[in-house]
Every structure is written in structure tokens, then in C-alpha cells.
């Protein structure tokens, strides 16, 4: 496995691979690599020959009281995950080489961001789509793999791929969880022993809002202040948003008439945490 740091290296690495005839995979991250990249990559393996995973934590999809500073950060052992995955190439620019100048053109796209994440986080997707834009140009390849974890995230790219014609697929692969259930996620890290078991409940919370729909139930405010019921059993979870969403637009609805995506995002102490779960009236 080779770990490149510059664009030209990675250009020229990929572009072997190409010549002989090779499918590329990309897998972008910011490091901090767990069992749900881990999966991002077995999955790449399987459906390419050539797997890239980008490491770079980029700055401009955190907000200024956010946590980019704390990222965690180890390429170190990212590598060894990496390499133990079968992983082919390791790209991870500092930031001088992704953003040598101040960066004056962005991709953004809209609607799609206003609600969930979008409404909190002002600014995070036009940082997201802007570093995927770039990392799609720099890598070339042919499919793409994100998680269901940060499914407006996968929403918005695919969105963005769609428009600007970007010659690539792009993968949505499902979330990965611990045993209590909750969603995997590098910002786990943060969170103390007692914290992780509070944090279980967020998908207790999922659980409860598929039980009810699985029941006949369809309104969207029984269903949200259900889910606020299961989170309210600890006093150190406080919910930033609940939200059931068209699974096309994310907006808002008031009734589950078929499909719908039930995502929220809570904080426990400092840590933010999202997830989501499909549901669907007609299973
Ligand atoms: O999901 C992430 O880790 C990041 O948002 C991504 C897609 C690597 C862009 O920085």
C-alpha cells in the first residue's frame, strides 16, 4: 500500500492503474478510521481493483465553534487499518496542498441543505461538496463510497454528482453499529463509558419510531414526541433535531404516506451525534 501527500503523486498512481485497465474506488475520510470505513473499503474491494482512501480533515466544513481543532488525528495507525483492509492507496494532502490559496470558488448545492444537519451547521455541506468536487477531480474514479450514517451528506453528493455530470457512481453503504446499537462514528471517541451507554438510547429512540410505523402509526409529531420520550430518559442528551423527512427533498412532512427518512442529531456533553433509519408504511 502507498500512502502519496501530493496531487501529482496521486495523479500519477492512479493513472497506473488506469492505464492497465483498472476500475478505481475511492473511499473519502477524514481518518480517525473505524469498523464503519473499514466496511466502506471491503465494499470498494469487492466492486473495484483500485482502492483509494483520502485522510484529510477539511476545514472548510467546520463551522468556527466546532471541533476541527480536537479532530482526532492519527494517519499512523489510519494506515494500518487501511493496509489491513487491503486498501491500495492512501491519499493524505496537508492542508497548504489542498487549499494552497484562499479558496474563492465553491460548489453548493441547494434545498437539499436547508434542513437537518443544514439547518445547524451553516456553511458544513458548501464545505463538504467543495472538498468531494475537488477529491472527485483529483482521484478520477469510477465509484465513490459513503455511509447511510451521514445520509444527507450521501444525498447532497449524489445530488451533486447528478448535476455537474461528474463522470463517477457514487455507493451508499449501510451504517455500521455497535452491539448497543448506536451508529459507529469518529466522534465516538469523544464520549466517556457512561456517555456511550446514554448514547444507545439514540437508536432506541429510531427503534421505537419503526415500531410505531411498523404499528399503523403515520403522524409525525406522535412519532417525534415518541422518540423524544425514549432520549428524555437521560438528562444529558439534548436533541438539536428530530426530523421525518421527505426521503427526496428532506423537507418536513406531518404524515408517513409510504417512504420516509427519520434522521436526528443530539449532543451528549460536547459531542454531536447523528443518525437515521428508512422507514416505510408499506413493509
Ligand atoms: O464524511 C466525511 O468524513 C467527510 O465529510 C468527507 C466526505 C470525507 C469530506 O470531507
Known amino acids: 500500500m502507498d500512502i502519496v501527500k501530493t496531487i501529482d503523486l496521486l495523479r500519477s498512481a492512479v493513472q497506473k492503474g488506469r492505464a492497465e485497465g483498472k476500475s478505481i474506488g475511492f473511499v473519502p475520510t477524514m481518518g480517525a478510521l473505524h469498523k464503519g470505513h473499514v466496511s466502506l473499503i471491503e465494499t470498494a474491494i469487492k466492486k473495484c481493483d483500485v482502492v483509494v482512501v483520502s485522510i484529510f480533515v477539511n476545514p472548510t466544513q467546520f463551522g468556527p465553534n466546532e471541533d476541527l481543532d480536537k479532530y482526532p488525528r492519527d494517519l499512523e495507525g489510519d494506515a494500518k487499518i487501511c493496509e489491513q483492509a487491503g486498501a491500495d492507496i ?39 461538496t467543495t472538498v468531494c468536487a475537488k477529491l472527485f477531480n483529483i482521484v478520477c474514479p469510477d465509484t465513490a463510497f459513503f455511509g447511510q450514517k451521514d445520509v444527507q451528506q450521501a444525498i447532497v453528493i449524489k445530488r451533486m454528482v447528478k448535476d455537474l455530470n461528474m463522470p463517477l457512481e457514487i455507493k451508499v ?35 421505537k419510531c419503526e415500531g410505531m410505523v411498523g404499528e399503523g ?7 417525534t414526541d415518541a422518540m423524544r420520550g425514549v432520549l428524555g430518559k437521560s438528562p444529558n442528551i439534548n436533541v438539536e433535531y428530530i426530523s421525518i423527512v421527505d426521503i427526496e427533498t ?23 451525534l447523528i443518525d437515521n433509519i428508512i422507514v416505510d408504511t408499506n413493509k
Open 173 to 207: 453503504c449501510p451504517t455500521m453499529r455497535e452491539e448497543s446499537g448506536l451508529a459507529i462514528s469518529s466522534r465516538n471517541q469523544y464520549l466517556s463509558e457512561s456517555e456511550k451507554k446514554e448514547a444507545a438510547l439514540i437508536y432506541a429512540a429510531l427503534g
Open 217 to 223: 402509526v403515520s403522524d409525525c409529531s406522535k412519532l
Open 250 to 272: 428532506l423537507e418536513d412532512i406531518d404524515n408517513i404516506t409510504s417512504k420516509a427518512l427519520v434522521a436526528m442529531a443530539v449532543k451528549i456533553g460536547a459531542t454531536r
Open 90 to 128: 492512501i491519499f493524505a494532502p496537508d492542508v497548504n496542498e489542498m487549499y494552497p490559496d484562499k479558496i474563492i470558488t465553491w460548489v453548493e448545492v441547494e434545498g437539499l441543505t436547508n434542513n437537518l444537519c443544514g439547518k445547524f451547521r451553516p456553511g458544513h455541506f458548501k464545505g463538504v
